[in-house]
């Protein structure tokens, strides 16, 4: 049972391009969170998915971010016209269960703004 | 708003000998997750406490969890180099009664041992 996939696990980008992160989750869970993790920091809860549906965006920033959990395929996270601050590791992690269920991290996908 | 604190924030120390992470967030939950990660690396889930007075092993470390003193420690016995990595802890938000989803995490102890 594959874990929790996310690709790409490296991403540059410069000033003002966009920036897409996927993420699979493991095999038979429909419960999908993304983190974001500055240097020398914890993980920041940005949103929780389900399928087709968004069930908490309370972390994500208002503007420039967005995220997705479609029927087929991966969870997308998306940021817009990227900025210096946006330089993160940015975490997904699956769950079997809507309320409490222990979570299952991806690798991570390391984005850096020149 | 949720607070997770954790210290220390950095541990130096020598083979063999024993410390203790400490943990304290600032509202009631009863669920509280231990997470390690090397350098690099995703967070590996080490132990996941449910409920007061709960107490878990594996190998040379142990946690425990007061939900009256909202205090979750974690023990390192007689510590080995492999255990270098850094350590968080995560309160589960919805456990504490705010209704809101997702885990919040401590700034993580930076655990070096030294042979």
């Known amino acids: 049972n594959a874990g929790v996939m996310q690709n790409p696990r490296h991403l540059v980008r410069r000033r003002g391009q966009e920036a897409r992160l996927r993420c699979s989750p493991m095999k038979g869970h429909s419960h999908v969170y993304w983190y974001r993790q500055l240097p020398e920091e914890g993980l920041k809860f940005m949103v929780y998915l389900q399928k087709e549906n968004i069930i908490d965006e309370s972390g994500m920033p208002k503007e420039r971010f967005s995220a997705e959990f479609p029927k087929e395929g991966p969870s997308i996270l998306r940021i817009q016209q990227v900025v210096r601050g946006d330089s993160a590791a940015y975490f997904c992690?699956?769950?079997?269960?809507?309320?409490?269920?222990?979570?299952?991290f991806g690798e991570g996908s390391r984005l850096t703004v020149l | 708003e949720l607070k997770v604190e954790q210290n220390p924030l950095f541990l130096s120390m020598q083979e063999g000998k024993n410390y203790t992470i400490y943990c304290n967030y600032s509202?009631?939950?009863?669920?509280l997750y231990w997470y390690r990660q090397d350098p690099g690396k995703s967070l590996e889930s080490l132990f996941v406490?449910?409920?007061?007075?709960a107490v878990k092993q594996e190998g040379r470390l142990m946690a425990s969890l007061d939900t009256k003193a909202r205090l979750s420690t974690l023990h390192i016995t007689a510590a080995v180099h492999d255990l270098s990595a850094t350590y968080f802890c995560?309160?589960?938000?919805?456990?504490?009664?705010?209704?809101?989803?997702?885990?919040?995490f401590g700034k993580g102890t930076h655990l070096i041992i030294q042979p």
């Open positions: 406490l449910l409920s007061n007075g």
């Open positions: 509202t009631t939950s009863d669920r």
């Open positions: 995560a309160v589960d938000i919805m456990y504490s009664g705010g209704g809101a989803d997702g885990l919040t």
């Open positions: 992690a699956s769950s079997p269960l809507s309320r409490g269920g222990e979570l299952f």
